[in-house]
């Protein structure tokens, strides 16, 4: 199959008709050795006098497999320079170049002096502090006296910070919940001013990032973790949608059902406990100068959260759903997608080339509408006038309403991170599962997994062995894009349920029916099938891999009969 080929289109189509960014070196998120080829990592030198051999020798293991599987791995001198200033030369304080995607480091501890220095640091920044002020101004009035490694980079946006640190025993724990393994990494991913952090044992090793992942792993699954997880995560940073891509408008709450159905949504939801309280970075990060930097690193958020919820209201089509071949023909081609598998007719309508089942079908690419919970909110407690916003894509076009009076430049108005995603699931049903979505499709999405036993009669799940892609992503956009086509391509019309797995990440669950979903989620949940966190990911993987050996075989039996 053409790399670029994913589903039954090309991936630029996909991303086309999902209003999502173009991307400049497009890689398939299924093969993350091509994703490898891309990245450039590089390793801070140890502290010195740095003792921890149990993190030292899984930092030169974890050097090695990076290059092993492609990575290029820049020695520190030459992905670090000596900036211009003689205050930089005197301090030989480097920066790490743009074209570097991570850097990995350890937890650094501080001492007094630098404690001391940091505190007035921060009350220099106080004084001199400004809204407009970048990330790197920031820094550079309010760090001097700081040792974390963002300090030392020159584009905080495009290169990440992976630190490396002990394992918390409280944290491997298997009886510590969810939300306290989060509470922890979250507090070490602020403290260190980090995207990623890894915990370090002897025999295992975690990570935690902004998807709010609290995974596990042993040792000797290191290899598979590297391919397909960290170097995807490297590759793909989370980025939330900037506001500036969508065509900005308002709605009343009052006049549309859907922010009171999902209001209602969240409440049926709440006694599952799969929604914990979120995080406001001001409760969580003691230093301003901080907060800043992280508000502005997130297009403004004040804030994390766990999950969404959604309702995708019906398509909305203008004219005939389907064409023949004949009028297909007749079409002109759409010169913003640059495929000839979209075409448009005379009224400005588009039609895309599908193949379902090895039905080639010519159909109407529809308005997309999706109320959803916005950033940060609490999604078993959502307020319609202020809580929920309306995502959209018209034409390859990407809308954002809030509600009437809401103004944008509250910081804590802003579409979910997930807006891609959402998106993709909602165009791919319209076109690959048309009778799930004709009336609605309720979208549940918590960073926690079911049992494979769970699944019953028409109830069906994919991705749990894609690569782990952060939220955000166009690339995990692409992938849930798939899940459904594939769903819908082996299951037919038989489907009550989808689950779509994200791996490091959680799963979305959408249905039919509402109040089965519900009923579904909460069954799940009392019988212990559905739980927060990573517990029944490696079953969902495993399953996953016998059911693809399954079909496998099925095609090659159908193969040998045809001979």
């Known amino acids: 199959m053409d790399s670029q080929q994913f589903a039954d289109l090309e991936l630029k189509t996909i991303i086309s008709l999902t209003g999502m960014p173009v991307q400049k070196d497009l890689v398939n998120p299924r093969k993350p050795l091509e994703m490898a080829k891309r990245v450039r990592v590089t ?76 505190g007035i640091a921060e009350r220099m920044y106080g004084y001199l502090r400004r809204p407009d002020m970048s990330v790197m101004e920031i820094l550079k009035v309010s760090g001097w006296a700081d040792d974390f490694t963002a300090r030392y980079v020159q584009d905080p946006f495009n290169t990440q910070i992976i630190t490396l640190m002990p394992l918390e025993p409280e944290f491997a724990d298997k009886n510590t919940t969810y939300d306290r393994r989060i509470a922890i990494g979250l507090q070490n991913l602020i403290a260190t001013m980090s995207v990623i952090i890894m915990g370090i044992a002897p025999d295992r090793f975690s990570l935690v990032n902004m998807n709010l992942s609290d995974s596990i792993y042993l040792n000797e699954g290191m290899d598979d973790f590297i391919l397909n997880s960290l170097i995807p995560k490297i590759y793909a940073p989370i980025r939330p949608p900037v506001l500036n891509r969508f065509k900005k408008g308002e709605y009343d709450p009052e006049e549309s059902v859907f922010p009171k159905q999902l209001a209602e949504l969240g409440r049926l939801l709440r006694s599952t406990n799969l929604f914990p309280q979120g995080a406001k970075f001001s409760e969580k990060v003691k230093r301003q100068s901080h907060r800043d930097v992280v508000e502005k690193i997130l297009e403004g958020r004040t804030g994390v959260s766990y999950g969404f919820i959604a309702l995708a209201e019906a398509p909305r089509y203008e004219g005939r759903v389907t064409i023949s071949k004949t009028t297909w023909n007749k079409l002109q081609k759409v010169e913003s997608v640059n495929d000839d598998m979209v075409r448009e007719n005379k009224k400005g309508r588009w039609y895309v ?32 006038n202020s809580d929920i916003v309306r995502i959209g894509v018209v034409k390859g076009k ?47 999405h918590f960073h926690g997994y079911p049992d494979p036993n769970w699944f019953g009669k028409s109830e069906y799940y994919a991705g749990a062995r894609n690569p782990s892609l952060p939220c955000g992503t166009v690339e995990a956009a ?24 994200e791996s490091d990440h959680g799963v979305n669950i959408m249905g039919v029916d509402r109040d089965y979903l519900i009923k579904r989620i909460c069954d799940g949940v009392d019988k212990g099938l559905v739980k927060l966190g990573g517990t029944y990911l490696p079953d969902l993987k495993k399953s996953s891999l016998i059911l693809e050996q399954q079909d496998d075989n099925k095609i090659e039996q159908k193969a040998s009969s045809a001979n």
Request: with cysteine; proline share 6%; aromatic share 8%.
């Open 398 to 444: 990407l809308q954002l309403e809030t509600p009437r009076g809401v103004d944008l430049n509250r910081k804590d108005i802003r579409p979910s991170f997930d807006t891609y995603v959402i998106l993709a699931q909602a165009i791919a049903a319209a076109l690959y599962t048309p009778d799930l979505i004709k009336n609605g499709l309720p979208i549940i």
């Open 478 to 501: 692409l992938l849930n894009y798939s899940a459904i086509y594939e769903l819908a391509n082996k299951n037919g019309k038989s489907m009550k349920m989808l689950c779509l797995v």
């Open 43 to 118: 390793f801070r030198p140890l502290p010195r006098n740095y003792g921890n051999q149990i993190v030292i020798k899984f930092r030169e293991k974890l050097e090695n497999k990076l290059k092993e599987h492609g990575v290029q791995v820049i020695p520190w001198d030459e992905a670090a320079e000596l900036p211009a200033g003689l205050i930089s030369k005197v301090l030989r304080t480097r920066k790490v170049k743009r074209n570097i995607h991570a850097v990995v480091d350890v937890k650094r501890e501080y001492s007094l002096t630098r404690t001391f220095l940091s």
């Open 353 to 384: 080339r599908t193949v379902i089942r090895g039905k080639e079908i010519f159909q109407q690419v529809p308005d997309i509408w999706i109320t959803t919970s916005r950033s940060g909110s609490d999604k078993t407690n959502l307020d319609p």
